[in-house]
C-alpha cells in the first residue's frame, strides 16, 4: 500500500483505525491487510472498482462482517467506548404502491407503538425534528415510495443522525441521485460534519465530487491500494492503473 501525506498521528482527537484487516467469505479473500485511518469531524472516501470491497470493509466496521485485524475507535479519556455509529445502506428500495409515508418509516424505526395507531404528538415532533437537520421537514407526510432518489437519501440521512452518531457509514449515497442533487446532498453532509464534529465514511463512484468535499481518499483493490488527499490519490500511478486510465487525471 502506497500512504501519501495525509496519514498523520492523533494526538488527543478521535479517530476510527482499521488495521491489517482481511476478510474471507468462503474461499475467496475479499480484503487483506487494509489500512484506514479517519479522523474526527473528517470526510473520507472509498473508491475502487466493482467487486474490489468497498462494501466489505464498511460492513466489517458495522460488525456485520467476520474479519480478523483491528478496527478500533478512540476518544481522548474513552478509549475503551464503543462509538454511536449511524448507516445509510445501498439503493434501497420501495414499493410505490404502498402507502407508507415518511412519518410512518420513522414511526417503525423509532417507536414500538404500530404505526397503523398513527403517530402521538410528541413522536410526530420527534420527526419532524429529525428531518430538519437534513432540511427536510416537508417530506413527513410524502409516501416513501413515490420520494425521488435525492428525497430518500435525505430521509434515510435523518434517520441514521437520530442519535446523532460519532462515525457516519454511507454506501453509494450518491447512487440514484441526479446532478443537481448530489450537490445538495454533499453540501448538507459538509454541513452535518461540521454542525455535529462527526467522521463521514462513505463510498462512491462519482469522483467529481472528491476534490471539493472530501478530506481524505482511500483507494480499494481488495487492499488499500493508496490513500491521500483526493488530489493526489487521483492523480497517482496506482488510480491510472486500477481504473486502466492513459495518463492525465481527473
Not at 489500512?35 to 460492513?59: D, F, Q
Not at 462482517?65 to 454511536?84: L, M, W
Not at 465514511?201 to 468535499?213: E, G, K, N, Q, V
Request: glycine share 8%.
Amino acid at each position: 500500500m502506497k500512504e501519501l501525506s495525509h496519514d498523520r498521528d492523533c494526538g488527543q482527537s478521535c479517530c476510527l483505525r482499521v488495521e491489517k484487516l482481511s476478510v474471507k467469505i468462503g474461499n475467496d479473500e475479499i480484503l487483506k491487510n487494509a489500512e484506514l485511518h479517519v479522523h474526527c469531524g473528517e470526510l473520507a472516501a472509498l473508491i475502487g472498482p466493482n467487486g474490489a470491497g468497498k462494501s466489505t470493509l464498511l460492513k466489517a466496521i458495522l460488525g456485520q462482517r467476520d474479519y480478523t485485524g483491528v478496527i478500533a475507535f478512540s476518544q481522548p479519556g474513552q478509549r475503551s467506548k464503543k462509538p454511536r455509529i449511524g448507516y445509510v445502506p445501498q439503493s434501497p428500495s420501495f414499493d410505490p404502491s404502498e402507502p407508507i409515508s415518511v412519518a410512518d418509516l420513522f414511526a417503525c424505526c423509532m417507536s414500538r407503538r404500530p404505526a397503523f395507531l398513527g403517530l402521538s404528538k410528541s413522536m410526530r415532533q420527534t420527526v419532524k425534528t429529525c428531518l430538519q437537520r437534513v432540511h427536510g421537514e416537508d417530506l413527513i407526510d410524502k409516501r416513501v415510495g413515490t420520494l425521488s432518489g435525492g428525497e430518500l437519501q435525505r430521509v434515510l440521512l435523518a434517520l441514521a443522525l437520530e442519535p446523532i452518531p460519532n462515525i457516519l457509514i454511507l454506501d453509494e449515497p450518491l447512487s440514484g441521485v441526479d446532478v443537481e442533487g448530489m450537490n445538495a446532498l454533499m453540501d448538507m453532509l459538509d454541513e452535518i460534519r461540521k454542525t455535529y464534529d462527526l467522521s463521514i465514511l462513505m463510498t462512491t463512484h462519482d469522483f467529481s465530487m472528491l476534490p471539493r468535499y472530501a478530506d481524505q481518499v482511500a483507494l480499494i483493490d481488495h487492499t488499500v491500494v493508496c490513500k491521500g488527499t483526493p488530489q493526489e490519490v487521483l492523480s497517482s500511478e496506482a488510480f491510472r492503473r486500477t481504473f486502466h486510465m492513459q495518463g492525465g487525471s481527473l
